[in-house]
């Protein structure tokens, strides 16, 4: 990948250490396995560096072409999906989910456990397409194994995910088996949502929804090594995906060798499933900072993408608890750079990975980052806050 000098897109070459300096200090105590970044600015690549490792215990240095589970980072590609079944006509964003699946007819809402069960309510509304792309329709996550709600997702979910047999339709099957959190439209909870999108798109469309990325997201955009499985040939590429542990400092948490991403999958969830490389999302990310376009390839109009990177969260509704914050269509936007007490700008817009991976696009600054590692998230390891600053920081016209 071609870089330019940093002072010629208005960046500092010596601030910009700072990143590196970032980076290196978590690798060295042992809390990082290795990272990667770039900084590019008026759509010139000005920063690119490589610290650490993809496989610690083989002292394998990670590389520019290893690849990464980016897990919610799939969620922004499933939206520009979503987007561009939209343009073409198919939908309004308006629309009940259930007029294309109709599994979400007959959906419920919790209202509160009983000593003999639980009681439900009806919907007050439709779920609608847009609440899918904001997290607003009341769907979960499953992540807390003491809620109720959760424990359903798990059941019928997550406990069938692994399972290399099951299908994208038979997952949503299953998460229209669990009850809403909320009556759809009234809070933000981060949740399935862009699984249940990528099994519209797939419905839609009338192709599988990975067929349906490949033609028309991947290929136009020279996304060479995004695929929800790795291959063979690709497979000494796929770097360790490590989790925080108090006594080695790294745990393995998924080895390519025995990992779900070397296996062929009938299940690509648009939430969590794509694997990608640094050079591969920066091309997506590019599209998006080009307002829908790359290499003469246009994906989708200029008014499009100015729709997807508004907050979309009605007033008294934020993200995170933080009035600061909202979200677009398939990522988050910063609405009050004063209170977020960060260096970003207003209309800031981006979104990360479970496994400490994210990418940011400010368009007043004309800028773009990314970073990718694989640790499964942890507050204790706040690296991307620090690369966050140290990035901002090197801004000097």
């Not at 509304?125 to 809620?147: A, Q």
């Not at 339709?169 to 999108?197: K, M, N, V």
Request: net charge negative; aromatic share 8%; proline share 5%.
């Amino acid at each position: 990948m071609n870089t330019v000098s940093p002072e010629s897109v208005g960046l500092s070459s010596a601030r910009l250490k700072r990143v590196d300096q970032v980076m290196q200090k978590y690798v060295d105590q042992g809390k990082l396995p290795g990272v990667l970044s770039l900084v590019a600015r008026r759509g010139q690549t000005a920063h690119l560096s490589q610290v650490g490792w993809m496989d610690v215990a083989a002292q394998k240095p990670i590389a520019f072409d290893t690849l990464f589970r980016i897990y919610s980072m799939t969620k922004p590609i499933t939206s520009v999906a979503v987007m561009m079944l939209y343009e073409e006509g198919h939908f309004f964003l308006s629309d009940p989910v259930a007029k294309y699946l109709p599994e979400f007819e007959d959906v419920k809402v919790l209202v509160r456990r009983t000593e003999t069960g639980v009681e439900l309510a009806d919907l007050k509304r439709p779920i609608t397409i847009h609440h899918l792309l904001t997290h607003t329709g009341g769907l979960s996550y499953g992540f807390d194994p003491n809620d109720y709600i959760d424990q359903q997702i798990q059941k019928h979910v997550w406990q069938r995910y692994d399972d290399p047999d099951v299908t994208l339709e038979e997952l949503i099957h299953g998460l229209t088996l669990c009850p809403l959190r909320t009556q759809p439209g009234t809070e933000f909870f981060y949740s399935l949502s862009s699984d249940a999108l990528g099994y519209l798109v797939q419905v839609v469309s009338g192709q599988p929804f990975d067929v349906f990325l490949q033609e028309r997201i991947l290929d136009p955009l020279g996304m060479v090594d995004t695929a929800f499985h790795v291959p063979e040939s690709k497979r000494d590429r796929l770097a360790v995906n490590y989790k925080p542990d108090k006594e080695q400092g790294l745990a393995v948490f998924d080895a390519p060798e025995t990992s779900r991403y070397v296996r062929p999958t009938r299940c690509p969830a648009g939430g969590m499933g794509l694997v990608s490389t640094l050079g591969d999302y920066y091309r997506f990310t590019q599209m998006l900072y080009n307002q829908g376009e790359l290499d003469g390839q246009r994906l989708l109009g200029r008014k499009t993408v100015e729709l997807m990177r508004r907050n979309h969260l009605r007033d008294g509704v934020c993200r995170d608890g933080n009035p600061a914050l909202g979200f677009g269509l398939g990522f988050g936007v910063t609405l009050d750079a004063e209170r977020t007490q960060t260096l970003d700008s207003v209309g800031a817009y981006g979104w990360g990975g479970a496994a400490t991976t994210r990418f940011g696009i400010d368009p007043q600054e004309e800028l773009i980052h990314i970073e990718m590692t694989q640790l499964m998230l942890n507050d204790s390891v706040p690296v991307l806050d620090e690369m966050h600053v140290a990035i901002y920081q090197a801004l000097i016209e």
